[in-house]
């Protein structure tokens, strides 16, 4: 596992293992329950990802009962000592805003993730002086603290190590506006246009494409969205995160929404330049600012 690979997406996909495993033993939760020594509730939950179990003969005898061999029940047992743990961002969890706690548990454990962003850049190529004007700027507004600032910036330029460090697939699709609109200073555009060419240099990973304001495409308006894709043995369905006017973030594992989103985000790339030519791009808007 990934070193930032949170306990809570851990919790997840361990629950939806069991619940593939109860299902192909064909049991109820209620016989799951009987076999664990455990309440139908506690099976939920687990299964759900809402919590583990809080002694480990219970999950050893659900093994025992589900048939699962040797190495499977290594593996599940690892999983669930893993998913014991605080996440990473466990300290700044009361100051996030709805929705963001699952979301960054979903992508901590992702593999690839298509990220759509109209109105600024998106947060994962952020500077950290971009980042640090942008949260700045909302505090007013949105009523927070100094102390949420430096979290929420923290957080952010932590998430960056998933395509930095860890080798997470970035395709991410922006319209100009987001690189034009003024945030911070000059200087601070056009540092962050140099580490967006920087990342794309450095790690092949990272892909980001642009659509031009001249461009007549398609261009989704309501806000950025997020479409997580992971390991298939782990989850199989693609996750959709999405943000909203009040600032919170809707998390959706339905794989209608999957489908429509990656459809959005397939003719975002088809209207965006390609992406040898984001480089260029950026050289000349840092010209313009």
């Known amino acids: 596992m990934a070193a930032n690979v949170g306990s809570t997406f851990l919790r997840i996909v361990l629950g939806a293992e069991l619940a593939r495993l109860r299902d192909q033993a064909g049991l109820t939760g209620e016989a799951a329950a009987r076999h664990a020594g455990c309440s139908p509730t506690t099976i939920s ?3 759900q990802g809402k919590t583990g179990f809080r002694r480990i003969e219970h ?8 048939g ?9 047992m690892d999983m669930h000592r893993q998913s014991k743990g605080d996440d990473w961002w466990s300290t700044g ?9 699952l979301f960054l548990a979903m992508e901590s454990g992702a593999k690839t993730v298509d990220a759509w962003c109209p109105g600024v850049v ?40 998933r395509i930095t460090e860890q080798g997470m697939k970035l395709n991410c699709v922006m319209d100009e506006s987001a690189l034009t609109n003024m945030v911070g ?16 240099t450095k790690h092949p990973n990272v892909t980001v494409q642009i659509i031009p304001k001249a461009a007549n495409t398609y261009r989704l308006t309501g806000g950025d969205f997020y479409i997580l894709g992971f390991d298939p043995k782990q989850l199989p369905t693609p996750i959709v995160a999405s943000g909203t ?17 990656a459809r959005r985000f397939e003719e975002l790339v088809r209207g965006a330049l390609p992406a040898h030519e984001t480089p260029k791009f950026l050289q000349r808007l840092k010209k313009e600012v």
């Open 59 to 66: 999950l050893a005898r659900l093994t025992d009962a589900y």
């Open 245 to 261: 006017v009040d600032g919170t973030t809707r998390v959706s594992s339905k794989e209608r929404q999957a489908n429509q989103f």
């Open 122 to 161: 998106n947060g994962l190529i952020q500077t950290k002086e971009y980042a640090h004007a942008l949260i700045s700027k909302a505090k007013f507004a949105n009523d927070t603290t100094d102390a949420f600032v430096e979290n929420a910036v923290e957080i952010r330029m932590t998430r960056q190590k």
């Open 93 to 101: 969890l009361s100051t996030m805003p709805s929705g963001m706690n």
């Open 185 to 200: 200073s000059s200087k601070t555009l056009r540092d962050q246009f140099d580490y967006i060419i920087e990342l794309m």
């Open 45 to 47: 939950s687990v299964e």
């Open 68 to 76: 699962v061999d040797e190495e499977g029940q290594a593996w599940l």
